[in-house]
Structures are given as C-alpha cells and as structure tokens.
T-cell receptor, first 113, second 115 residues
C-alpha cells in the first residue's frame, strides 16, 4: 500500500530555532495535510495544501506542496516550547466517497528552553 | 473545535469481553472514520462510513465491526477484545462539499487497555 516517509523519528531543537520537516511518498497525492498532536489529544489540522507548488503559511508555520506531488515540507520558525508534539503529514488522493488519508508515522519534536 | 466527542475517553477491559466505543458529531458531516494509533505505526484506518448504514473496511479491520444508524453517531465494536487491540482509538469526520477542502478533523481519542 501507499506509504509516507517521515524522518527522523525525533528532533530536538533549541527554543528560537527554525526547524524543517519533510514528508515523501512513492505515490502522487492531490492534497497534502500537516497535523500536530499534543499528548493525550487528537491530531489537529495545521495546514492543508491543494495544488502542486503551493506555499501556505499559518503564523510561524509554512508548508509547501511539492511540484512532483510526491512530497511536502513543513517549516516552523522561531520555535517556542508549545511547539512540542508529534507532527504528522498525510496525503489524500481523491475527494469522493472512497477518499482516505495516508499518514506518515510522525516526527516527535522537542524544544529545549 | 470541530464538534466531535468520543466516549468513553478511557477504558480497561478483560480479554474476551465485548467493547463498544462511540463517536458523536454535531457537524452533520457525511463521512466518519475510526483509526487506531500505536507506537511505530502512526494512525491506521479501521473502518469508515460514507453515510447512514454505509460502511467499509480500512486497512486493519479484522476483529472490529462498526455501525452507523444515525448521521451523528458512529460506533466501533470489538466483539471479543484481545490484548493486541490495546491502543488509542480516534474518530474523525469529513465534510462532503465535493472539493479538495474536505479534510478530516479528529476527536480527542479513547485509550483502551485490554488485560
């Protein structure tokens, strides 16, 4: 089946630093999504990307939909302690009844004060 | 916050007992999903529903059944719980405008422990 690759599994950064996360796939997706999960909570949608090449920002977050439609990246600028959590990428292939998401395994981000 | 609730939020049960988890939405969305989350595996789809009484299997459906008798409720049942079903279960909903902006929003999760 389709798989999304996120690596490394964990990242450790200093407060105030920028961080970039990649997500790659062997398959093409029509939509790329980035979610964040806090401990004990469900994933929360951060950014959705709908077109190849699209660059979208949400506050200190910036994400891009790769031109090949097989990858996406998420940047977090000027990190703060509340950025700690697990970041998942997800790809979606269609919008109909059988539309499903394929998730990466997530990157756990730690921010040192 | 998307109007999704899950109950119970925590449950401990014994092997062989039946368990039902409930997902309730107030958004009137057509699509609903059940996932399980395990270390090293991320989120995996168990079952999903594309309307009342319309459901289909996901990638890890063995040992699970679902029912959707009303738009707002999607039930996940473990007929005879096993220790391998110890996990965190998430429900998600998705709108149906027919555009690519129809994305999934998740509930708070249910932590299930099978002893």
């Amino acid at each position: 089946g389709q798989q999304l690759n996120q690596s490394p599994q964990s990242m450790f950064i200093q407060e105030g630093e920028d961080v970039s996360m990649n997500c790659t796939s062997s398959s093409i997706f029509n939509t790329w999504l980035w979610y964040k999960q806090d401990p004990g909570e469900g994933p929360v949608l951060l950014i959705a990307l709908y077109k190849a090449g699209e660059l979208t920002s949400n506050g200190r977050l910036t994400a891009q939909f790769g031109i090949t439609r097989k990858d996406s990246f998420l940047n977090i600028s000027a990190s703060i302690p509340s950025d700690v959590g697990i970041y998942f990428c997800a790809g979606q292939t269609s919008v109909g009844a059988n539309s499903k998401l394929t998730f990466g395994k997530g990157i756990t981000l730690s921010v040192r004060p | 916050d998307a109007g999704i609730t899950q109950s119970p939020r925590h449950k401990v049960t014994e092997t062989g007992t039946p368990v039902t988890l409930r997902c309730h939405q107030t958004e009137n969305h057509r699509y609903m999903y059940w996932y399980r989350q395990d270390p090293g595996h991320g989120l995996r789809l168990i079952h999903y529903s594309y309307g009342v009484k319309d459901t289909d299997k996901g990638e890890v459906s063995d040992g699970y059944s679902v029912s959707r008798s009303k738009t707002e409720d999607f039930l996940l049942t473990l007929e005879s719980a096993t220790s391998s079903q110890t996990s965190v279960y998430f429900c998600a909903i998705r709108s149906n405008t027919g555009t690519s902006t129809d994305t999934q929003y998740f509930g708070p999760g249910t932590r299930l422990t099978v002893l």
